[in-house]
């Protein structure tokens, strides 16, 4: 078992929907990363948390730490976030190393 | 601010031959990370450097790949002989301390 999973692994929606991903792991963490990376591209850091709720635009990102349970939500959803999410964590023991989601591949249709 | 970057974009080769990548992080950022993203999964970190010392290597098949971070700043990692299964995105990031890790775009290998 991964320590780190994601469901789902593939998600479609129609513009204008709200999307949730989650994110479940196993280990005490230190902090929990949601990214972005468009194909072809690089990966981009949209949050990190270590408690509570943040939001940036569109974006909302908590985490429950009792029950190990991230979610990143898309309000409004456009076309352009089309990409794969990824959650990553960063153990109590791990130092600065991630530990990877395999990520969900977001499709928005307009 | 310039960001990560990493040449080459893309590179094709045959299995048993070498191949090298480079990357050049954002200046002044102490850490690098090389990271190996295998079709459809997340990365998996192969090496971590401080400065110019290795800081987690184990995930690093060493008997094939070696990485270097010569005066702390660029780095090199090269794969000898390469194997069908390397064929992989290559990711390069960097990071000031243990927080917000910026990542390059990848170089994309095939190995056929």
């Known amino acids: 078992k991964n320590e780190v999973e994601q469901s789902p692994q593939n998600l479609t929606a129609q513009e204008g929907e709200f999307i949730t991903i989650n994110c479940s792991y196993s280990?005490?963490?230190?902090?929990l990363h949601w990214l972005q990376q468009h194909p072809g591209g690089g990966i981009v850091s949209l949050f990190m948390?270590?408690?509570g709720k943040k939001k940036h635009g569109r974006l909302i990102a908590t985490i429950n730490i009792q029950e190990k349970h991230s979610s990143l939500h898309i309000t409004a959803s456009h076309p352009r976030d089309s990409a794969v999410y990824i959650c990553?964590?960063?153990?109590?023991?791990?130092?600065?190393?991630?530990?990877f989601g395999e990520g969900t591949q977001l499709t928005v249709n307009p | 601010e310039a960001g990560v970057a990493q040449s080459p974009r893309y590179k094709i080769i045959e299995k048993r031959q070498s191949v090298a990548f480079w990357c050049n992080p954002i200046?002044?950022?102490?850490?690098l990370y090389w990271y190996q993203q295998i079709l459809g999964q997340g990365p998996k970190l192969l090496i971590q450097?401080?400065?110019?010392?290795?800081?987690?290597d184990s995930q690093l098949p060493k008997d094939r790949f070696s990485a270097e971070r010569l005066k702390g700043v660029d780095s090199t990692l090269k794969i000898q002989p390469a194997k069908l299964e390397d064929s992989a995105v290559y990711l390069c990031?960097?990071?000031?301390?243990?927080?917000?890790?910026?990542f390059g775009p990848g170089t994309r290998l095939l190995v056929l």
């Open positions: 990031a960097s990071s000031e301390g243990w927080e917000t890790q910026y």
């Open positions: 280990v005490g963490i230190s902090a």
């Open positions: 948390l270590s408690s």
């Open positions: 990553a964590v960063r153990s109590e023991t791990s130092g600065s190393r991630l530990t």
């Open positions: 200046s002044g950022h102490a850490t």
């Open positions: 450097f401080q400065n110019n010392g290795v800081v987690d």
